[in-house]
């Protein structure tokens, strides 16, 4: 992933970002006693157990594979069956031993939550301690199973459907149920989804029961808001910062990009931006990290202007302030006018701070418009103080209304309050004055 992340979750691709344990805590990663990397911050990290499950040794090996360097075959999935067998093994271990299959005489006997279809157990006694803690998560992480086995649509292409030009202000729309009430034959358009080929095959090999059709559905929207997210979280950026894209071109840099962005990311993918700006000058989004896959976004960044009314996407696969270096300052890379940095993850340790600096450093010095995504208030909190140790000038922050609605587990420890991609933004911009805020004297914006 990108260079200050070490992990993935277990999904058939598109994944989340990982973090580590804040700097208070550790110098570096903390691995648990699962083997995964995370924070005990609820975020999704990458495990052993998930590596092993793939035929891998390493996450060297999970990045050549996002490279493309490893083919299907490798992974010994042969079948629909095979897969989705091979994306549930990486949850199965007690919630409340921590045992793995392997530890158990009978590596078979773990059963599952038959109400989330989602934790398991070594045994009754397991079951019956864990249930207190389990009873409080356990209809949010039934989402969470449900919307990880659906997501495989996004990558056959039945997710998302085609969307609406935006017919009301940008202004005016102020999360994703004013967003959906703009799509035309919204009913149909799920209909098609749920009696699609891929979503028969998916029942079909899943290992679970085939949900209700209105819980379907409902899984179906939550999956175009996490699709739909970045773009239109791009789109409030631009907003936050008044910039104007029927008034002129507009070049937008996203700094720390690794798979989660770019991992099958089609050209298409930011359209978007378009039906939320309709009759726009043109835009290019630039896909900068050192964990940028190979793909059809692997592309040179423009140098004159883009293709008028349309998003073009494009990717440098290196560290930003050498993108900036190579290619900006000699023009090869358009300036931005807008940067963004999805999750990028500084807050959590040393290592990472270190990887990031000059970035920040540079951001702030050229007085780029930037906005980040975060999580959860904790994270929030958190890069807001070391945005001000660094003095940069915080011009607002808040609730993303624009963020997913599809819920995230922590894979290690699952019986915790799931989060949400881009749940908060910053936005910053410059160095900050001699009289700058404190972040207890902030005022959040509120997502307006």
Request: charged share 25%.
């Amino acid at each position: 992933m990108a260079h200050r992340n070490t992990g993935t979750a277990p999904k058939t691709a598109r994944a989340k970002k990982a973090t580590k344990e804040p700097a208070a805590q550790a110098a570096g990663p903390h691995m648990d006693s699962l083997g995964f990397q995370a924070m005990d911050s609820n975020v999704p990290g990458l495990s052993h157990v998930i590596l092993q499950k793939l035929n891998m040794k390493s996450y060297d090996d999970y990045k050549s594979a996002m490279d493309g360097k490893k083919k299907g075959r490798d992974f010994g999935i042969r079948t629909y069956f095979d897969m989705f067998q091979k994306m549930e093994d990486t949850f199965k271990f007690c919630v409340e031993c921590k045992k793995l299959p392997d530890a158990l005489p009978d590596p078979k006997s773990l059963r599952r939550c038959k109400r989330c279809q989602n934790v398991y157990y070594c045994g009754v006694a397991c079951q019956r301690a864990n249930w207190p803690l389990h009873k409080k998560f356990c209809k949010k992480l039934k989402l969470v199973a449900l919307d990880r086995l659906v997501e495989w649509l996004v990558f056959t292409g039945d997710i998302p459907f085609p969307t609406e030009t935006w017919t009301k202000p940008v202004q005016d729309i102020k999360g994703w149920e004013d967003w959906f009430a703009m799509q035309g034959q919204l009913e149909e358009k799920l209909a098609t989804i749920l009696g699609g080929r891929y979503m028969t095959l998916l029942w079909a090999n899943a290992g679970k029961p085939r949900p209700e059709e209105g819980e379907l559905r409902e899984s179906i929207k939550r999956l175009v808001t996490d699709f739909h997210s970045r773009p239109v979280t791009i789109g409030l950026g631009l907003r936050l910062f008044g910039i104007e894209p029927l008034a002129r071109p507009l070049t937008v840099h996203v700094v720390g990009a690794s798979h989660v962005e770019t991992l099958n990311t089609r050209v298409t993918d930011y359209d978007e931006l378009t039906r939320m700006f309709p009759g726009h000058q043109g835009m290019e989004v630039v896909m900068v990290g050192v964990d940028v896959v190979d793909g059809p976004i692997m592309r040179p960044p423009l140098a004159a202007l883009g293709p008028r009314g349309r998003v073009y996407l494009s990717s440098y696969k290196g560290l930003y302030h050498d993108f900036w270096e190579g290619l900006v300052e000699t023009q090869q890379a358009a300036r931005p006018d807008l940067v963004v940095g999805f999750h990028p993850g500084f807050h959590a340790c040393p290592d990472l701070m270190e990887g990031w600096l000059p970035t920040l450093l540079l951001l702030r010095d050229y007085r780029l418009p930037t906005l980040f995504t975060v999580y959860s208030e904790q994270e929030l909190k958190a890069s807001l103080q070391i945005l001000l140790e660094l003095e940069t000038r915080i011009t607002g922050y808040g609730a993303n209304p624009f963020a997913s609605l599809r819920p995230e587990q922590v894979y290690s420890s699952p019986n915790k309050a799931p989060v949400y991609c881009s749940s908060y933004y910053i936005a910053c911009l410059g160095p900050v004055g001699p009289d700058g805020p404190h972040v207890e004297e902030l005022e959040e914006d509120g997502g307006d």
